[in-house]
């Protein structure tokens, strides 16, 4: 007797980059028709339904958004950054590299993008070119001024 292989069929989400309007109305909830639409999309996610990619560019406008002109803290941003990439759903370039980012963006008051850049250039064992003095000299990288 021939063996009879049942295909099992696999669910396999549609994938989606979101932008960080999306993100920013999700968390801020401004303006109302705009983030009730933004929780239902992260609600399929949650759900299984979709799979949200999240680009570390899209991050640091998150982050420059909430900070500049919601006028949120960065502690409190970082915080809820760190919940937000840890939902069901949501998946992030460079996870490890991101978390750590967001650690010292909070724990070192530095700017983000700047914290992304000194590690992504630490595990290539490069310098840092910038004037940026302040961030920095709290940041795990090496760096010279141009």
Not at 75 to 98: H, M, Q
Not at 100 to 110: G, P, S
Not at 126 to 132: I, K, L, S
Request: charged share 25%.
């Amino acid at each position: 007797m021939a063996a009879v292989y049942l295909k099992k069929e696999i669910n396999v989400a549609e994938r989606f980059w979101i932008d960080a309007n999306v993100i920013v109305r999700f968390l801020t909830k401004d303006p109302p028709d705009m983030a009730k639409q933004a929780a239902k999309l992260m609600e399929r996610a949650e759900k299984g339904e979709l799979i949200l990619i999240v680009a570390p560019l899209v991050l640091a406008e998150v982050v420059w958004v909430l900070k500049s002109f919601y006028r949120h803290p960065l502690v409190e941003i970082c915080k809820v950054l760190l919940l937000f990439i840890s939902a069901p759903g949501i998946e992030t370039l460079d996870r490890d590299l991101i978390i750590h980012a967001i650690e010292l963006t909070r724990d070192q008051n530095v700017d983000f993008a700047d914290a992304y850049l000194a590690l992504l250039a630490a595990r290539q064992n490069e310098q840092v070119c910038t004037f940026d003095q302040t961030d920095f000299q709290r940041l795990p990288v090496k760096w010279v001024l141009p």
